[in-house]
């Protein structure tokens, strides 16, 4: 089993930046991937970034693309993911999944996931 908390969501105004963590526990060696997600009511999980848990190799979801980052800290267990520049539509609750089975190509999808964080929520003003 692995654990997963996220933390640093917040109110930011369009413009602003904000950090978030996953702090992953457990199982951590049969992580093979991290992604972070993003919804709002009504609509499907999206996807934002990944990164590998073996060599940190990662991708992001075109509307993030330029504006996010995402890194792992190997000492700690914890992915940040580093959002800049936000807009009102990044307004969503963010979620951090992680995956043990899976081939990098389907990292995108939410479908491939195992585990879930409880999701924090972001909330940007214009």
């Known amino acids: 089993q692995v654990q997963l908390v996220e933390s640093g969501g917040g109110l930011v105004q369009a413009g602003g930046s904000l950090r978030l963590s996953c702090a992953a526990s457990?199982?951590?060696?049969?992580?093979?991937?991290v992604g972070w997600f993003r919804q709002t009511p009504g609509q499907e999980r999206e996807f934002v970034s990944s990164?590998?848990?073996?060599?940190?190799?990662?991708t992001f979801g075109d509307p993030v693309k330029g504006r996010f980052t995402i890194s792992r800290d190997h000492t700690k267990n914890t992915v940040d993911l580093q959002m800049n520049s936000l807009n009102p539509e990044d307004t969503a609750v963010y979620y951090c999944?992680?995956?043990?089975?899976?081939?990098?190509?389907?990292?995108?999808?939410?479908?491939?996931?195992?585990?879930w964080g409880q999701g924090t929520q972001v909330t940007v003003s214009s």
């Open positions: 990164i590998l848990w073996s060599d940190s190799s990662t």
């Open positions: 999944a992680a995956t043990v089975d899976t081939q990098w190509a389907n990292m995108r999808s939410w479908r491939v996931y195992d585990y």
């Open positions: 457990g199982r951590t060696d049969s992580i093979y991937g």
